[in-house]
């Protein structure tokens, strides 16, 4: 068995939870690679480093590896979807960010998640990815996002008209500081913040969610996620901001731009006990009124 660890940086306190990781993979005498930078952040004994390979990025991940570990937050996921791509290696992240949606093992189950993986007990939920075609080449060889799609205005740009189509058909024009695609997963971060709804993961929906939008009869709409949704964009200024999840590029405000299902999909790794459900009760807080 084969394990891959990564993460954009730790703090130093977050060193000890790390080494526990290591030492529960080597306890299960499980492969592991590392990611260079956070390989070389802690010196780890000789004996360690002959069980460690470091990797640098997507071309060093292969099919053979059976699980990738990231510890940070759900940030640390979306770059974990970008580093795997369509390589169908599940995703186990460790929650050392505040909300973790995505990362929701906390650094207390480090231990029963090594087992979970060891034994495979662990189960693989399958999220939907978005792709992103266009006119222009963006986001280099990665176009696609695990969370959302989003268009917004530059700054302290007026607010922009996004004329949107779905499937070719004219759906609506929004007058907006932007417009979000979210798939399900991304129905609890940037989309939800916008006012939008929360879908279950396997409802095989996308989300379209105004941001700040100057008309009050404007809300979020959910579509099929077989959906072709593209768009035209009219602004007072000559460029804009298109994001896929965490990543953003300039682009002008002539540009084609359209959304669509990914081919490929995210496997995220879950313990068995934790749910969608128990997921939504613990980070919103849910059924926890003291008046209950």
């Known amino acids: 068995m084969k394990v891959a660890i990564y993460s954009r940086g730790l703090d130093t306190e977050q060193e000890v939870p790390l080494r526990t990781l290591v030492d529960e993979l080597v306890r299960h005498d499980i492969d592991i690679i590392m990611f260079r930078t956070l390989l070389e952040l802690y010196p780890f004994s000789s004996a360690i480093l002959e069980r460690i390979i470091p990797f640098e990025g997507y ?76 006119n222009e080449q963006l986001f280099g060889d990665a176009p696609f996002a695990l969370n959302e799609f989003a268009i917004h205005k530059r700054d302290t740009a007026p607010m922009i008209k996004i004329h949107t189509y779905l499937n070719g058909e ?27 709804p929360i879908v279950f993961p396997d409802s095989k929906n996308f989300v379209i969610t105004p941001v700040a939008p100057h008309n009050l009869n404007v809300r979020s709409i959910v579509v099929a996620d077989t959906s072709i949704i593209s768009f035209e964009i009219e602004s007072r200024v000559d460029q804009f901001i298109c994001a896929l999840d965490a990543r953003r590029e300039i682009v002008d405000k002539n540009i084609q731009l359209a959304v669509k299902k990914e081919k490929f999909e995210a496997n995220l790794i879950k313990l068995s006990e934790n749910t969608f459900l128990s997921t939504l009760r613990e980070k919103l807080t849910w059924g926890m009124d003291k008046r209950n």
């Open 59 to 134: 071309e060093d991940i292969d099919n053979k590896i059976d699980c990738f570990i990231t510890l940070g937050g759900d940030g640390t996921i979306l770059d974990a979807v970008t580093i795997v791509r369509e390589k169908k290696v599940p995703l186990l992240g460790i929650n050392f960010g505040r909300l973790g949606f995505l990362a929701n093992i906390s650094k207390e189950e480090i231990v029963m998640a090594v087992d979970a993986i060891s034994n495979r007990t662990s189960i693989a939920d399958k999220r939907t990815l978005l792709h992103l075609d266009s």
């Open 170 to 196: 004219f759906l609506n024009t929004f007058w907006a500081d932007g417009l979000i695609v979210a798939t399900p997963t991304g129905s609890t971060g940037y989309s939800m913040s916008c006012t939008g």
